[in-house]
């Protein structure tokens, strides 16, 4: 069962454009929602997070829409630039009073081409 | 800065095979993570560990088994490789800590297992 669910696939864009990059979860003892970014040969890295109690979390180009009634939040790419093709992660954790160990449920993923 | 080495980039293996990925990190971090990464299917978790000679399974544990001797070192063992089990296998460590503590999952990058 796929916890959390993530659109689209594969996404292309023009250098400038806006991609976004949708997910679901269905559990809602999720609390706290990482999106990671992951270079050909290289291992995902953390890009930016946010938690349920904010609609809306900004990081330079980067920006996270949270919608905690629908279950559902999306990353915005403002300005996208060919260096930031790579692969979107989406994913969810519970923090369960701290016992979690920040194990992560990840989407399936999203590879985006931004062309010059 | 964190460091996840592990040490293999490509391994090929034949079925039956009993078959070692070992995953090294400098930084001292309590939980470390093995998954796999399928396309279409993101990074499904296999085991956890949060201690030495501490582990738990993940979504995925058939057919794997781990081990946590030192603190700094999670080997992943697949007991007798089957050609489902190709795949590319990533390594994470994450410090103690709760899941909003800014504490991410650092990742190496990767071995490419083929299972011939």
């Known amino acids: 069962q796929q916890q959390v669910k993530q659109s689209p696939q594969s996404l292309i864009v023009q250098k400038g454009g806006i991609p976004i990059i949708n997910c679901a979860y269905e559990n809602t003892a999720f609390d706290y929602f990482p999106w990671y970014q992951q270079f050909p040969g290289k291992g995902p890295a953390l890009l930016i997070a946010?938690?349920?109690?904010?609609s809306e979390k900004k990081e330079g180009r980067f920006t996270i829409s949270f919608n905690k009634s629908a279950k559902q939040f999306s990353l915005h790419i403002m300005d996208s630039q060919p260096g930031d093709s790579a692969t979107y992660f989406c994913a969810a954790s519970m923090d369960a009073g701290g016992t979690s160990y920040g194990k992560l449920t990840f989407g399936q993923g999203t590879i985006l081409t931004v062309h010059p | 800065d964190v460091k996840v080495t592990q040490s293999s980039r490509y391994l090929v293996k034949r079925t039956g095979e009993k078959v070692f990925l070992e995953c090294v990190q400098d930084m001292d971090h309590e939980n470390m993570f093995w998954y796999r990464q399928d396309p279409g299917l993101g990074l499904r978790l296999i085991y956890f560990s949060y201690d030495v000679k501490m582990k738990e399974k993940g979504d995925i544990p058939e057919g794997y088994s781990v081990s946590r001797e030192k603190k700094e070192r999670f080997s992943l063992i697949l007991e007798s490789a089957s050609t489902n089990q190709t795949s590319m296998y990533l390594c994470?460590?994450?410090?103690?800590?709760?899941?909003?503590?800014?504490?991410?999952?650092?990742f190496g990058d990767g071995t490419r297992l083929s299972i011939l």
């Open positions: 946010i938690r349920p109690d904010v």
């Open positions: 994470a460590s994450r410090s103690w800590g709760r899941v909003y503590s800014n504490q991410p999952q650092h």
